[in-house]
Each structure stands twice: as structure tokens, then as C-alpha cells.
């Protein structure tokens, strides 16, 4: 089982609609959560960042951390043509100096048609 | 102020060559890591580096290696490449090596294999 899960897609949506992406996780001790958007042939950008249970919002974009059902969302309202592109959710522990990596879950396509 | 940088680009290499890719972090920022993504997944953790000690590896090969100098700039190096190593591999930069640090990444260099 990956550490954490992520609905590839791809998923296809008109202008204007709200888009809903999740991604699940099975490692209790992730406490950070991430949500990066990563165009074709660009590194990950960074949207979101969250710590804890609870809800974060930042213009069009909520994320949504629900650590009892291991269960993290990004919400995009007024979906742009411009928001086309794939979006990855992120996770680490609290790490201890050693070192901490990201997990990243496989990436959801999503295309907003105009 | 300019995001990470890294090069080249894109490389074509063949089987059994060596390859050095490069990364500068975001100034001011001094834990460096790498990340390989594969079309279709997302990134996976290869090595973070901080004031020029590993501080994390991931499950790759010995095949693999780093190093991070004294300006926080980092080199990673792949031997022996074989064909599965064609992929986009990505640097990340942040402050400190702890998970409450977002990592911000660079475009990435794209490596194909012959």
C-alpha cells in the first residue's frame, strides 16, 4: 500500500465549476499537507500549506485536512482555463533535523474547458 | 527574487554513462533536496542535504549521490545509467530540513536515456 493515495484522473470540468481533488494517506504521523499544481514540463508550485486538522483558505483555493479519516482536499471555486494542469497533494512528519522528505501522491490531471 | 535554478535543462545520455545534474536554492534558503519524477507519478525522494551533511535518502540505488557546497548550491550525480533512470529530476530548496519547512522546487532537468 503507497503511503499516500491520489485519484490520477484525469478529470475535466467546465469554466466556472467547482473542483474537488483528495488524496488519502496511511501514516498517522504526517502532520504537514501540501497541495502543489504542476504545469507541463515545470516543477511544482506550491498553493497550499497546512498543519493540522481544519480548513485553509487562500483566494479560490480551501485545502481541507481531516487527520481522523487520514483524508486531505484542495477545492478550487470559479474554475479558470488557467487552472488546467496537474495538481499534486504532499505530506511529511514533523522531522527531527535528520532530515524529512515529502510523500507525494501520483498527481490528479484536470482540465477546465472554457 | 530568482526561484531554484537548475541545469541543464534537458540531457540525452546513453546506458552505462555517468551524468552530473546541478541546483541553486532560493537565497537564503539552506537544506536542498532531490526528487525524481517518472511521466505519470509524482515525485519520489532521492536524497536531502543540509549544510553539506545528508540528512535523508531515499530507496535508490548506490548508483545515486549527491553533494551540497559550501554556497548551498548541490550536484546530483547518477553512474552506470540505465534506461529506468529516464526521468524529470527535480532539486527543492527550503530553510531547514524539518517538515514544517515547504519545500519550493525548480523546473526540474529532464534526463533521457538511449
Known amino acids: 500500500q503507497k503511503e499516500v493515495e491520489q485519484d490520477p484522473g484525469p478529470l475535466s470540468v467546465p469554466e466556472g465549476a467547482i473542483v474537488s481533488l483528495n488524496c488519502t494517506y496511511s501514516n498517522s504521523a504526517f502532520q504537514y499537507f501540501m497541495w502543489y499544481r504542476q504545469y507541463s514540463r515545470k516543477g511544482p508550485e506550491l498553493l497550499m500549506y497546512?498543519?493540522?486538522?481544519g480548513n485553509k483558505e487562500d483566494g479560490r483555493f480551501t485545502a481541507q485536512v481531516d487527520k481522523s479519516s487520514k483524508y486531505i482536499s484542495l477545492f478550487i471555486r470559479d474554475s479558470q482555463p488557467s487552472d488546467s494542469a496537474t495538481y499534486l497533494c504532499a505530506m511529511s512528519t514533523t522531522g527531527s533535523g535528520h532530515g524529512n522528505q515529502f510523500y507525494f501522491g501520483t498527481g490528479t490531471s484536470l482540465t477546465v474547458i472554457p | 527574487d530568482a526561484g531554484v535554478t537548475q541545469s541543464p535543462t534537458h540531457l540525452i545520455k546513453t546506458r552505462g554513462q555517468h551524468v552530473t545534474l546541478r541546483c541553486s536554492p532560493i537565497?537564503?534558503?539552506?537544506?536542498v533536496s532531490w526528487y525524481q519524477q517518472v511521466l505519470g507519478q509524482g515525485p519520489q525522494f532521492i536524497f536531502q542535504?543540509?549544510?553539506?551533511?545528508?540528512?535523508g535518502r531515499g530507496n535508490f540505488p548506490d548508483r545515486f549521490s549527491a553533494r551540497q557546497f559550501p554556497n548551498y548550491s548541490s550536484e546530483l550525480n547518477v553512474n552506470a545509467l540505465l534506461l529506468g533512470d529516464s526521468a524529470l529530476y527535480l532539486c527543492?530548496?527550503?530553510?531547514?530540513?524539518?517538515?514544517?519547512?515547504?519545500?519550493?522546487f525548480g523546473d526540474g532537468t529532464r534526463l533521457s536515456i538511449l
Open positions: 542535504y543540509y549544510e553539506k551533511e545528508e540528512r
Open positions: 497546512t498543519y493540522s486538522s
Open positions: 537565497s537564503g534558503h539552506k537544506s
Open positions: 527543492a530548496s527550503s530553510f531547514f530540513p524539518t517538515g514544517d519547512q515547504p519545500q519550493h
